[in-house]
């Protein structure tokens, strides 16, 4: 009966998030949105319902416990802004990002949950589920898709090519991934981008080792070992290796996502025939590169992103002082990779839409 119950109210919830958003504007191109924390807080009720029904929560005492770490503070409250404790939001931030061990990510993590139970139980919410990656199916008629290879910085450099199915004088687009390696997640981001109307490819910065593994500790090992400069180089080889193809105009873009968004500030910074970049959550480049950028650049970040955040003061400053043409946008109450709809805890849809509507806009604007 209480299955059966918080089934009903998990569905009447979610018909009530709206998810709204306003927005302000705020010295000139910069603006930032604010949630609806009534619908953060419907959200959340919703998330403790499920948890229920899965069958994780076999006890009202594993409920009680995990609505305890998850929700912060009491679900309805005003000051209520996320979904999950920010707590172990940040925790694994820290371990996704620095030299943290597994086995030490767990501990800190049932610290905070009260139990190693309790962090196994929530352990699933934070890491990426891939069967929520094809948002594009691989066998949408719009879109022709395969792996292909191309001359890197002294090795051949593996990347995922998407292109619309008659392509004919397209704009052409670099996807670069986080750091966990080409997955599943941003080979759909590249299906998304070719069935707006652009070619593009996704590179591999593990192509010198074999290729990401399906291991994601393992992955980040990896890329926090690559050469800096031949890394930078591969990627520019892709941009160069679009322009050659005959289906394209020859006018660039690169979008990028964590480590991939800090590669296409660089890019930006490196590529004077760059049209477009986009960086979402990413590192910026040094001030004092900012005046080699001729190309237009797009920044998003989440609100709640403090480490990334931290940089925008001063690459903003370069940017105006510098009279690039650029765009920032930070989202209220959005977490650092929001745009990730395969990473639960993180995943801010609404954030996300609006984000790529803006997305797709300055591709249309700086590619035809």
């Known amino acids: 009966m209480v299955e059966v119950w918080l089934s009903a109210v998990s569905y009447q919830l979610s018909a009530e998030v709206?998810?709204?958003?306003?927005?302000?504007?705020?010295?000139?191109?910069?603006?930032?949105?604010?949630?609806?924390?009534?619908?953060?807080?419907?959200?959340?009720l919703r998330l403790v319902c499920d948890f229920w029904v899965s069958g994780v929560g076999d006890t009202i005492a594993d409920t009680c416990l995990y609505f305890h770490f998850l929700l912060l503070p009491f679900p309805f409250s005003p000051a209520f802004s996320s979904t999950m404790n920010q707590?172990?939001?940040?925790?694994?931030?820290?371990?996704?990002?620095?030299?943290?061990?597994?086995d030490?990510?767990?501990?800190?993590?049932?610290?905070?949950?009260?139990?190693?139970?309790a962090a196994l139980a929530v352990l699933p919410m934070l890491e990426v589920n891939y069967a929520n990656a094809a948002t594009v199916a691989e066998t949408d008629g719009d879109i022709i898709t395969k792996d292909i290879t191309f001359p890197g910085d002294g090795i051949e450099m593996k990347g995922y090519f998407?292109?619309?199915?008659?392509?004919?004088?397209?704009?052409?687009?670099?996807?670069i991934h986080e750091n966990r390696g080409l997955n599943e997640h941003i080979r759909d981001v590249t299906r998304r981008v070719a069935k707006a109307g652009y070619t593009a490819?996704?590179?591999?910065?593990?192509?010198?080792?074999?290729?990401?593994?399906?291991?994601?500790?393992?992955?980040?090992?990896?890329?926090?070992?690559?050469?800096?400069i031949k890394n930078r180089n591969n990627f520019l080889s892709a941009l160069r290796h679009l322009r050659t193809l005959k289906e394209t105009n020859r006018k660039t873009a690169c979008i990028g996502f964590c480590w991939g968004g800090a590669m296409a500030n660089e890019l930006a910074v490196h590529d004077p025939e760059?049209?477009?970049?986009?960086s979402f959550y990413g590192r910026q480049a040094s001030a004092e590169d900012v005046p080699k950028i001729?190309?237009?650049?797009?920044?998003?970040?989440?609100?709640?992103d403090e480490r990334i955040n931290a940089g925008i003061a001063a690459y903003e400053?370069?940017?105006?002082?510098?009279?690039?043409?650029?765009?920032?946008?930070?989202?209220?109450?959005?977490?650092?990779?929001?745009?990730?709809?395969?990473?639960?805890?993180?995943?801010?849809?609404?954030?996300?839409?609006?984000?790529?509507e803006r997305t797709l806009k300055l591709f249309g604007e700086a590619l035809s």
Request: proline fraction near 4%; aromatic fraction near 8%.
């Open 104 to 117: 030490e990510f767990l501990k800190r993590l049932a610290k905070i949950t009260g139990s190693m139970t």
């Open 18 to 44: 709206t998810d709204e958003f306003t927005e302000t504007k705020v010295e000139g191109t910069r603006r930032r949105r604010s949630i609806d924390d009534e619908s953060s807080s419907l959200r959340s």
């Open 87 to 102: 707590d172990i939001i940040n925790l694994f931030d820290e371990y996704t990002h620095k030299p943290l061990r597994r």
């Open 201 to 228: 490819l996704a590179p591999d910065a593990l192509s010198g080792t074999g290729g990401t593994p399906s291991n994601e500790d393992e992955a980040r090992d990896l890329i926090g070992k690559l050469e800096a």
């Open 274 to 278: 760059l049209n477009a970049a986009i």
């Open 317 to 356: 400053s370069a940017l105006k002082s510098a009279g690039t043409r650029y765009e920032l946008f930070i989202y209220e109450g959005a977490q650092h990779a929001f745009h990730n709809d395969t990473a639960p805890t993180r995943y801010n849809e609404a954030a996300a839409k609006l984000a790529w």
């Open 162 to 175: 998407a292109q619309p199915s008659k392509p004919k004088n397209t704009g052409a687009v670099v996807v």
């Open 294 to 304: 001729k190309a237009r650049i797009q920044l998003h970040y989440g609100s709640l």
